[in-house]
């Protein structure tokens, strides 16, 4: 394998996705039964061209009863996606940009507009960008530019009630010591047209440890400071208040 499997909650399966190396790089997926954990599915292909990265170059959300899949696909033939259905079977892939490759992607859907915002940066060229499609994977809005000539450690996007917003932990040094890292996040918020609504620092001294996501209606996140004795998790919301604090001196840094 090549890169974190993750695990995903589908109907009555947990689907757990991950890279496989078999001459090229596939990316593949198998269910668990939530309620009979002996009963395993076979082992399936979403893609058999995939590009991997030590950044994990694919993300997944599930939405809809399907579990909808977006990955980085090789000789710069773009970024492609698809979806797992309730019944473990995988769509054929489309291209949502074959303009674009990258090596850090997140997802969301919007449950006001049952549309799917992917979003995703390559460190090779300093940008990102997001990408909003529908329940069967036709592109409603194509690729808009949502980071610019930034160099992006994480980032994730959260889609809701028609607004997008992605939120990315930018690299950065204090000023009197180059090897001292202090990062920090920004949000910038988008509507679904692609057009910027805002763009601002949230929260200093943190790096992203998380997916956002929502609850209530407001925006939340895993941060993490970094330091040699006091490495802590922080619950941060989507206006850079500081809402919880966990695992102190224990958190591990940044990701």
Do not use: C, M
Request: charged fraction near 5%; glycine fraction near 8%; proline fraction near 3%.
């Amino acid at each position: 394998t090549y890169g974190t499997p993750r695990v995903f909650v589908l109907g009555n399966y947990f689907v757990i996705v991950f890279t496989q190396l078999s001459g090229t790089y596939f990316l593949r997926y198998f269910g668990i039964s939530i309620t009979n954990p002996s009963n395993v599915s076979s082992i399936q292909s979403v893609t058999t061209s995939y590009a991997p990265a030590t950044t994990v170059a694919w993300n997944g959300t599930v939405f809809n009863d399907q579990l909808f899949l977006a990955w980085n696909a090789p000789a710069a033939a773009g970024v492609r996606a698809a979806y797992i259905n309730t019944g473990l079977a995988v769509s054929s892939s489309v291209a949502l940009d074959a303009a674009h490759v990258a090596e850090y992607f997140s997802s969301s859907a919007d449950p006001f507009t049952n549309h799917v915002t992917v979003a995703y940066y390559s460190g090779g060229t300093a940008a990102g960008y997001a990408v909003v499609i529908d329940i069967f994977l036709a592109i409603i809005q194509a690729a808009f530019a949502v980071i610019s000539a930034t160099t992006v450690l994480n980032l994730s996007v959260t889609s809701y009630n028609s607004v997008i917003t992605v939120f990315f932990e930018v690299s950065n040094n204090y000023s009197y010591g180059a090897t001292l890292p202090s990062h920090f996040i920004r949000k910038s918020t988008f509507d679904t047209a692609g057009t910027p609504i805002a763009s601002a620092v949230l929260i200093r001294s943190l790096g992203l440890a998380s997916n956002s996501f929502v609850i209530d209606g407001i925006l939340y996140f895993l941060g993490v400071y970094q330091s040699p004795y006091q490495s802590t998790f922080f619950l941060v919301n989507g206006s850079g208040e500081i809402i919880a604090k966990l695992a102190y001196s224990n958190a591990g840094g940044y990701l």
